[in-house]
């Protein structure tokens, strides 16, 4: 089954074509984010004005390019994400599903996240404790099967995403911040492997529960470097990047121990930071646990991913049905 994936919940506008949710036949990601560079952050008016612009020659692309060129159902994001954003890809998954006549499946975007995992040949076993880090999101899930999920924690106030983001803008450094400050931190770390990263605090990594909070290290940084003028920017890099990770592997295998996964899955964009890999990686194979990581393209948005989890996730809808709920959370079914 070819199920044609449609993505424009925030700067990025994608389509893309997959065979029975695991082989990608194509996919192609448009961002505006050169432009949020600017302004340092997104301009929600300024990015659905760029999804228009887009979203027919990324949709044009996709199926022109695809080899196969039968489309059997269309799935699109609903949600979480910027309404105007949102509105665009949808109006235009009703559009076509109207036209061609196809059923069109609601997709929510943080739930095809952890679809990147099972874009594969070797998909992973059931149960699966996910840990979905993203730009506006932070969440652990366990997902006992498809369309079967479990919030079991997540961040109080800031996405780890955006705790990368604002301390990124904090130390001067380029949008989007995660992997600006993935940079400067490998600087420091092949430089100095032994360094204790200990500058910043940890918050909630003790409590007995499976929830963090990010924003109190912005404050951290906003205070450490205003009277710390010198320290070595890629140190600071490190250093927030360490204070994220501790917090995030701390959790995570709290939860592991208690739920006992077949398999760990990371996903959102920050799945893309590689010390977050390497180290969850590493923390896995101590347990003889089955871990999976996104390809990096597939960490952050895309619509291989929506594609794949409206194969998994099959419904009829009605086009009536379809419509854009900004708020959606993880716990939603769409
Ligand atoms: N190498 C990296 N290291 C750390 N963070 C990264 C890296 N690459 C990307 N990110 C972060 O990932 C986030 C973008 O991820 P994603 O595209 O999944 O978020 P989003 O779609 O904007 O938010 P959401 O999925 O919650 O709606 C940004 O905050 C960015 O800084
Ligand atoms: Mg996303």
């Known amino acids: 089954m070819r199920i044609l994936g449609i993505e424009t919940s925030c700067d990025e506008t994608a389509a893309a074509v997959v065979e029975d949710g695991v082989k990608i036949v194509f996919s192609v990601v448009a961002s505006s984010a050169e432009m949020h560079i600017k302004t340092g952050g997104i301009i929600p008016e300024k990015a659905a004005r760029e999804q228009l612009k887009s979203i027919i020659p990324v949709i044009d692309e996709a199926l022109k390019e695809s080899p196969i060129k039968t489309i059997d159902?269309?799935?699109?994001?609903?949600?979480?994400?910027?309404?105007?954003?949102?509105?665009?890809?949808?109006?235009?998954?009703?559009?076509?599903?109207?036209?061609?006549?196809?059923?069109?499946?609601?997709?929510?975007?943080?739930?095809?996240?952890?679809?990147?995992?099972f874009l594969s040949d070797t998909p992973p076993q059931f149960p699966c404790l996910c840990l979905v880090v993203s730009g506006g999101h932070s969440d652990i899930v366990l997902m006992k099967g498809h369309g079967d999920l479990e919030w079991i924690g997540g961040t109080r106030d800031d996405a780890a995403g955006e705790a990368f983001d604002k301390t990124a803008r904090l130390l001067g450094l380029p949008y989007p911040g995660g992997p600006a400050i993935g940079l400067g931190a490998k600087t420091f770390m092949d430089k100095n492997p032994d360094f204790k990263l200990t500058l910043f605090p940890r918050p909630?990594?003790?409590?007995?529960?499976?929830?963090?909070?990010?924003?109190?290290?912005?404050?951290?940084?906003?205070?450490?470097?205003?009277?710390?003028k010198d320290t070595d920017i890629n140190q600071l890099c490190a250093e927030v990047q360490q204070a994220i990770v501790d917090v995030l592997i701390a959790k995570t295998f709290k939860a592991i121990n208690k739920y006992k996964p077949q398999s760990l899955l990371l996903a959102g964009g920050v799945a893309a930071n590689l010390h977050l890999r390497e180290s969850f990686a590493k923390k896995a194979k101590e347990l003889d646990l089955g871990f999976y990581c996104p390809p990096l393209p597939l960490c952050t948005d895309n619509a291989a991913t929506i594609a794949s989890c409206t194969f998994f996730n099959q419904k009829t809808f009605s086009l009536k049905d379809i419509e854009a709920n900004p708020e959606l959370t993880i716990n939603d079914a769409f």
């Open 73 to 117: 159902a269309i799935g699109v994001t609903v949600g979480p994400g910027l309404i105007g954003s949102l509105l665009v890809g949808i109006e235009a998954a009703k559009t076509l599903a109207y036209a061609f006549q196809k059923p069109i499946i609601p997709v929510n975007h943080l739930v095809a996240h952890i679809y990147a995992n």
């Open 204 to 228: 909630m990594i003790t409590d007995d529960n499976f929830d963090f909070s990010f924003s109190g290290l912005k404050t951290a940084v906003l205070r450490y470097t205003e009277n710390n």
